[in-house]
T-cell receptor, first 112, second 113 residues
Framework: NAGVMQNPRHLVRRRGQEARLRCSPMKGHSHVYWYRQLPEEGLKFMVYLQKENIIDESGMPKERFSAEFPKEGPSILRIQQVVRGDSAAYFC??????????FGPGTRLTVL | QQQVKQSPQSLIVQKGGISIINCAYENTAFDYFPWYQQFPGKGPALLIAIRPDVSEKKEGRFTISFNKSAKQFSLHIMDSQPGDSATYFCAAINKGGSEKLVFGKGTKLTVNP
């Protein structure tokens, strides 16, 4: 059973460009969480999605950030007009029926 | 406001020693407390977890101690090994909410051979 998959693993963008991060949950999981990890910091919750629904986006910055989890395909975290402060590792986690979150390997975003 | 406070920030232990990491929380709505282990370049992996109706949980060399009245919990790694060298995060969840994980800032553990 494949684990949570994220791509790309590394992403380099220049200021002002858009970043798209993809997450495919474990087979059979329909709940996805996104977290951001700044250097030397713990992970911070961003958004919680079910298929076609945003359940909790209380951790998402109000501007430039959006997330979706369509009926078909991976969950997408989109960052528009990236700034240097967006440089971080972004992790997604999928939730199993026993309420355990399994994390993917992360996407390391670097903004030049 | 940091809801889960973790200490120490870093820890160096000799092989065979005991590693102890402490966490404290503020929100009494938290009702599930997992610990995650993260190696460089990898995602966090669930290590062990405890519910507040239990004061201690042991899995192999890893033990969680939980003090509900003090709102504190700790991870003990017995007979620490160099392969245990990683960053450890405590976390808390309110299962009555969206079940988002609230993480501590992490402890970087180094076990010397």
């Amino acid at each position: 059973n494949a684990g949570v998959m994220q791509n790309p693993r590394h992403l380099v963008r220049r200021r002002g460009q858009e970043a798209r991060l993809r997450c495919s949950p474990m087979k059979g999981h329909s709940h996805v969480y996104w977290y951001r990890q700044l250097p030397e910091e713990g992970l911070k919750f961003m958004v919680y999605l079910q298929k076609e629904n945003i359940i909790d986006e209380s951790g998402m910055p109000k501007e430039r950030f959006s997330a979706e989890f369509p009926k078909e395909g991976p969950s997408i975290l989109r960052i528009q007009q990236v700034v240097r402060g967006d440089s971080a590792a972004y992790f997604c986690a999928s939730l199993d029926t026993r309420d355990t979150q399994y994390f993917g390997p992360g996407t390391r975003l670097t903004v030049l | 406001q940091q809801q889960v406070k973790q200490s120490p920030q870093s820890l160096i232990v000799q092989k065979g020693g005991i590693s102890i990491i402490n966490c404290a929380y503020e929100n009494t709505a938290f009702d599930y407390f997992p610990w995650y282990q993260q190696f460089p370049g990898k995602g966090p992996a669930l290590l062990i977890a405890i519910r507040p109706d239990v004061s201690e949980k042991k899995e192999g060399r890893f033990t969680i101690s939980f003090n509900k009245s003090a709102k504190q919990f700790s991870l003990h790694i017995m007979d620490s090994q160099p392969g245990d060298s990683a960053t450890y995060f405590c976390a808390a969840i309110n299962k009555g909410g969206s079940e988002k994980l609230v993480f501590g800032k992490g402890t970087k553990l180094t076990v010397n051979p």
